[in-house]
């Protein structure tokens, strides 16, 4: 599906997807709340943000930069296909809750291991997962934007 969303019409794509929790989406997007979605790696993880950013909404993410430049360069483009910002992990999370503050609706996978000196490991989606402590409540992390976060799609 990934592949399909860098070269084709999304739409073909939409007809196959069941969104549970659009409506919450719809919602949030009526009430232009500032949302940073909470998703855990697993494969095809960028297909939601890619969709909704096909449908118009700005989306922001971050990344980590792959060893090899050929496949980072490819899997970055079609990443940036629907527009959207892309934010390289190692520049912290700070540019990145920039783009929230600034009406960008985040798209951030906590679930990263660095090890045990500088992860936390916690319950995340029915697994035990290794995290940063990097970003605190959605309320917290929005001081004063009125933010909301959804916990994956």
Known sequence: MM???GLRDPQRILSRVDWQGKE???EMQR????????????????IPAM???SGGQKMAAMFHNQGNPV???VWNTVRRRFGGRMHARNDGIKPFIQSVRQGYWGYYLPDQDHGAEHSEFVDFFATYKATLPAIGPPDESLSGAGGSAVPGL
Request: net charge negative.
């Open 24 to 26: 919450i989406i719809d």
């Open 51 to 53: 969709l909704m950013a």
């Open 3 to 5: 592949a399909e969303l």
């Open 71 to 73: 496949f980072d360069y």
């Open 31 to 46: 009430n232009n709340e500032k949302v940073i979605f909470l998703v855990p790696h697993a494969w095809g993880v960028d």
